[in-house]
Structures are given as structure tokens and as C-alpha cells.
């Protein structure tokens, strides 16, 4: 049976509880080393881009990508609402095709926070039309994936069925 999307963003949700501990260290590391994290973001938008990631979404990635493979079997999220991802097959999913899976399902947040840096430099100049395209292009992607888990007959969200897997009960 399908998992809905209603159960797999309870269990993002949980899996957020997580998230949001971590960006709560990097905060109390912040508050004891200011100037050196302020330093990590002091260049332009592409340093800035690079420490971001570094420090949040690589390590959420990893998170997910580590524990959605059969290294780990299931995220907290997925644990404590009992589902699981799993490949075509059913099988529990490899590292790299839990890695990829991860890439793809967050491509609009890492493409959200290459917008925002480079907003932010705008000031009052007018935004150009590529930026205006790809914040079309995040939201875009965010709703695909949506309908997409909504309407599909297992499901599957867009970075589902680009990678071959799905979430099911376990």
C-alpha cells in the first residue's frame, strides 16, 4: 500500500526535529565564535554559497543519504512513522542511490539558498530575469514533487521516480 503524503511529511517533520537540534549547535557555536563564523561567510556569493553548504547542507544530506540506505535501513522520521525507502525492487536502497535520491529531493532548497545569497547583494537594483526564473524553477520543482506524491499511483514523488525508488510501509 502507498505511503501518503500526509505520513511522509510527518516524518520529515520528525526527521526536522533533528534538523533543527543541529542548526541550534551551529547557533550556541555562533554565539561563542562570532567572528570566526562570520569570517566563513565574509566573501562573496559563491564563499558564501560553499560555507552554507559545508556547514548545513551537507551534513542534512548525509543525514538523510546515510540513514534512508541500508546502512541504516530508516531516518528517525521514517522509524517512528514506519515507513521506509526502498528501491524498485523493494530492496532497502544502496548509499549512492540513497545519495542520489537525496541530491535530487533537495536540489530546490540548496537552488533556494543559491537565490537568497545573491538577493541579498541586489539591494536596491532591479532583480534580473534569470533570478526571476529560477525562483519560478524552486517553486516549480517544490509543487512538482507535491503533485507528483499526490497523484501518482505509488506515491512517488518526482525524485522518486527519477531515481527508481518509493516509500513504503515496513
Same mark, same amino acid.
Given at each position: 500500500m502507498p505511503v501518503t503524503i500526509l505520513t511522509r511529511g510527518k516524518a520529515f517533520l520528525l526527521d526536522?526535529?533533528?534538523?533543527?537540534?543541529?542548526?541550534?549547535?551551529?547557533?550556541c557555536l555562533y554565539l561563542v565564535f562570532p567572528m570566526q563564523i562570520e569570517a566563513l &561567510?565574509?566573501?562573496?556569493?559563491?564563499?558564501? /554559497?560553499l560555507a552554507g553548504f559545508l556547514i548545513v547542507t551537507l551534513p542534512v544530506s548525509l543525514y538523510f543519504a546515510v540513514s534512508d540506505s541500508r546502512l541504516v535501513g530508516q531516518? &528517525?522520521?521514517?522509524?517512528?512513522?514506519?515507513? /521506509?525507502?526502498?528501491?524498485?525492487?523493494?530492496?532497502p536502497l544502496t548509499f549512492l542511490h540513497s545519495f542520489i535520491r537525496v541530491l535530487l529531493k533537495f536540489l530546490p532548497w540548496e537552488l533556494s539558498h543559491f537565490l537568497v545569497y545573491r538577493l541579498v547583494l541586489l539591494g536596491d537594483s532591479p532583480m534580473p530575469v534569470s533570478y526571476t526564473i529560477l525562483g519560478i524553477t524552486i517553486y516549480g520543482l517544490m509543487f512538482t514533487y507535491i503533485l507528483t506524491a499526490l497523484f501518482t499511483s505509488k506515491k512517488q514523488t518526482l525524485y522518486d521516480l527519477l531515481t527508481r525508488s518509493r516509500v513504503v510501509r515496513k
Open positions: 526536522y526535529l533533528l534538523i533543527l537540534f543541529y542548526l541550534v549547535l551551529i547557533f &561567510f565574509s566573501g562573496g556569493p559563491w564563499r558564501n /554559497q531516518t &528517525f522520521g521514517k522509524r517512528k512513522t514506519n515507513i /521506509q525507502a526502498v528501491d524498485h525492487h523493494g530492496q
